[in-house]
């Protein structure tokens, strides 16, 4: 039912930022807390960050103070700025609703690769 259409990502040098964005459709996406996972080559998928639908926010420590998690209700479009960027950042991000992420039978997107390398 969810459609998520993540966009932005490419390569970067170390320090470098990237803004990613996901469109969402197939629910209303105003009530949904959004979440970004992603995973590195040879790891599992990783939390990120949330957004709740009144704009609360919360961060995995590896990516707290670098990266900021944003929405815009008219676009119905899910960001995710990241700053300062690593190597260790480099993976797939995807994006999904808290709900469908929670779910063992979740439908993901094809996500956006970011690579952070000089």
């Known amino acids: 039912q969810v459609q998520l259409v993540e966009s932005g990502g490419g390569l970067v040098q170390p320090g470098g930022s990237l803004r990613l964005s996901c469109a969402v459709s197939?629910?209303?996406?105003?009530?949904?807390?959004m979440t970004w996972y992603r995973q590195a080559p040879g790891k599992q998928r990783e939390w990120v960050a949330t957004?709740?639908?009144?704009?609360?926010?919360h961060y995995a420590d590896s990516v707290k103070g670098r990266f900021t998690i944003s929405r815009d209700n008219a676009k119905n479009t899910e960001y995710l700025q990241m700053n300062s960027l690593k190597p260790e950042d480099t993976a797939v991000y995807y994006c999904?609703?808290?709900?469908?992420?929670?779910?063992?039978?979740?439908?993901w997107g094809q996500g956006t690769r970011v690579t952070v390398s000089a």
């Open positions: 999904n609703t808290l709900r469908e992420a929670s779910n063992s039978n979740a439908n």
């Open positions: 197939g629910t209303l996406f105003r009530v949904n807390a």
């Open positions: 957004e709740r639908p009144d704009g609360i926010t």
